[in-house]
Structure formats: structure tokens, C-alpha cells
């Protein structure tokens, strides 16, 4: 977020934590991007803090996580003792969350194990949610849009346009089983915690096949989890590729580093195929 507007928004979680009898004396933040996250202490809960028009999809990911955490899936926890909804402050959407503490890294087989076990969790849950082509037109939109993406070059915007359209009717072609799925379980969004890893941060919670969550995975851990379709799983690391590019091709992407992650991740797409992970072409 911008300086002003980051100030704004820790108020705002301060404020809502403080109205909820929670002893807040100190903000950490713990990321600063689109979303503002903050360590609030001494009550140690974590603050999710993201503008207000992100209000649907944070009251998605609170009811998600409300049910997941009732199936012991595994994934990070409402905060305790406060009502477990969306907060709205100052132009500001909270959500208060247990804070989780990183105490060993995760490894490949434990990553994919874990992942399986949330896809097992997600198959029974019924909640609306969108589709990943929703996700990729939302994109789209983006990329025909010179007012929203200025910076972007016409051949780049022609790639990327082409990129979307074409990897979203390949992966509907194939006719692949469909679920609730993360949206993006990338290793910054698994964490290894106390009693096991866990995952956060399911803001993009979507419908498609699996092979859509497994595209944003490292290679080590694609190869571990079972049954995977190879040719779907390609497609959809090409169009996770396209999609976190136009991401940082937005006007108001504050992503740290974003315009030269964008630049990386044109370049892979125009290199082709065999499709890179995320990981391997931009570590984040």
C-alpha cells in the first residue's frame, strides 16, 4: 500500500482490535501489498487489511476458513475469542486471524500431502465461490485496458491476450473434475507451523480443477502429488504464468518489484514450453 494509505489502514486494524477488548500496543507488519498484514501485539493475532471494494472477498475467505477450521483442515485459524466476520473500518474490510508461527521449513512431500489433504476438505464444502475462468477474464480485462495497465507494451499485450484466451479454452476442453480450490497455494502462502503446515490466505478461493492450485507449486512438490494430469497441469502453469504477469503490469500493483517480476515472467512465456514453475522464475 502507499505510505499514507498503510498508515490508514494499521489505524483502522488498530482501532477495530482495541474495540474488540484486544490489547493492541504495537503493529508488525508482516506483509505490504495490495493487502496489508499486521502482527498486532501483545494479543498476538494477525490483521488482514485490504480496502473496502475487496469486501467480498474477504467475506468469502472468512466463511471458507470457518468451515474448513470445523473439518480440522489444514489451515490457519480465525482468531479466538472475537467474532468471526469481516470487520469494516475507516474504508477498510479486517479480518483477525490466529497468528501462526513459522518454526520449520516445509518440505516437498509434506507441502503436497498437506495440499491434497485441503482439496480432500474443499470437496466437501459447498460454498459459492468463482470460477478460475472468472479469475482469468478478470485479467483479460485488465490487458485490454491501456488505462489500467499503461506500461504495457502492444506486442506484450497481444502475448498476454493471446496467452489467456487460448490456455483457458485448452483447459476447458479437456473436461477435467472440478472442486473448490486455494486459488493460490504458493510456498508464501503455506506455512510450516507447530503441528504441521498450514495454509493462508484464501482471498482467491476459486473453482477448477486441481491442477489449476498445483501450477503455482514448486516442481518438487507437483511431483509428489498423486494422479496428476501432466498435459492439464502444463496449460495451467502457462496461464498462471500470464495471469501473475498481467497482475503486475496494473497501474496500482504494489507488489514489491513487481514491474521487473512482470518483465520475468513475459520473458518465460515468450520462451515457451516446457512452462517454468512460478518459483523458478521469480522467487518471491
Known sequence: MHPSEAQRATAAARSTASALDLAVNDAIVLQDANRLVLRLMPCDVVA????????????LEVALARQLSASQSPVAALAPGVEPRVHARDGFVINLWTYCEPVREVSAAAYAQTLERLHASMRQIDIAAPHFSDRVADAARLVASRHDTPALADGDRDLLSDALRSLTRSIGTRGAAEQLLHGEPHPGNVLGAKNGPVFIDFETCCRGPVEFDIAHVPDAVSERYPNVDRRLLADCRALTLAMVATWRWRRDD???NGRQAGLELLGALRQGPPWPTLDAVWPD
Open 254 to 256: 504494489e507488489h514489491p
Open 48 to 59: 488482514r487489511v485490504a480496502p473496502i471494494e475487496f469486501r467480498a472477498s474477504a467475506e
